[in-house]
């Protein structure tokens, strides 16, 4: 077993979601895998592992060896993100969380009306990397991640820059053919001095592992004594 880089890891994974009715809600087709993967190849570099699933598909809700606080909204998301991200830790933002929420929500079922149309005011949800930034907790790692559709480099670029992160993993998406949905994809690294490194394609679980050896590489002061672990 290898030398542990940090005290903890702290990774987000799934969708979250904004219910409108008892019935009815505001989500993503995040299926958590690569959170997943990515906390599960942390399990051999990392004292502790903290696993905050939001809805994620079966098999990576939960992970053995790590604790889990599984979650529902983005409140819920971000309050266990701030109790979880300590001194030291290094937190991934793999999930993905909605960015809107109903304004209002009805204890009971809205019933269609076939003459009317529904409309529904939204408001945005709280930025879970912009409140860690702002809590300027010490020696705290902080990774992100942007799913995008287009101008993948360049949005990546200006969210990195905008929430402060120190690391960014840009990868695009389109409902369940890239990105969301499938067992493979390409991570785009970046950091705060513009360098660019790329992991895969291959399979989320081998991304996982790329990502947790890329941190261990980057973030070690010695990092030839912390070997990259095996695929």
């Excluded at 880089?5 to 019935?23: F, H, K, Q, Y």
């Excluded at 559709?149 to 949005?155: F, G, P, S």
């Amino acid at each position: 077993m290898s030398q542990p880089l940090r005290n903890r890891l702290v990774v987000t994974s799934g969708a979250t979601r904004e219910w409108i009715d008892p019935v009815r809600f505001i989500s993503n087709p995040s299926t958590g895998a690569m959170g997943w993967a990515i906390a599960t190849a942390g399990l051999r570099r990392f004292e502790e592992v903290v696993y905050i699933p939001g809805h994620c598909s079966p098999g990576f809700g939960n992970l053995d060896g790590a604790l889990n606080h599984p979650v529902t909204s983005t409140e819920e998301m971000l309050e266990a993100v701030l109790r979880s991200t300590i001194e030291g830790s290094v937190l991934v933002m793999a999930a993905a969380p909605a960015d809107y929420t109903p304004v209002h929500t009805t204890e009971h079922k809205i019933k269609k009306d076939p003459i009317r149309n529904l409309v529904i005011e939204l408001r945005p949800t709280p930025d879970i990397l912009m409140a860690v930034a702002e809590r300027g907790i010490p020696d705290c790692t902080r990774v992100g991640f942007a799913a995008e559709t287009d101008n993948l480099i360049a949005n990546a670029a200006a969210k990195l820059q905008k929430k402060d992160l120190d690391y960014i993993c840009a990868n695009r998406v389109f409902r369940e053919t890239q990105g969301f949905a499938v067992d493979s994809g390409t991570l785009i690294v970046l950091d705060r001095n513009g360098n660019q490194t790329t992991l895969g394609p291959e399979s989320k679980i081998a991304l996982g592992e790329e990502l947790i050896g890329f941190l261990v590489r980057s973030l070690s002061p010695t990092p030839s004594r912390i070997p990259a672990a095996p695929l």
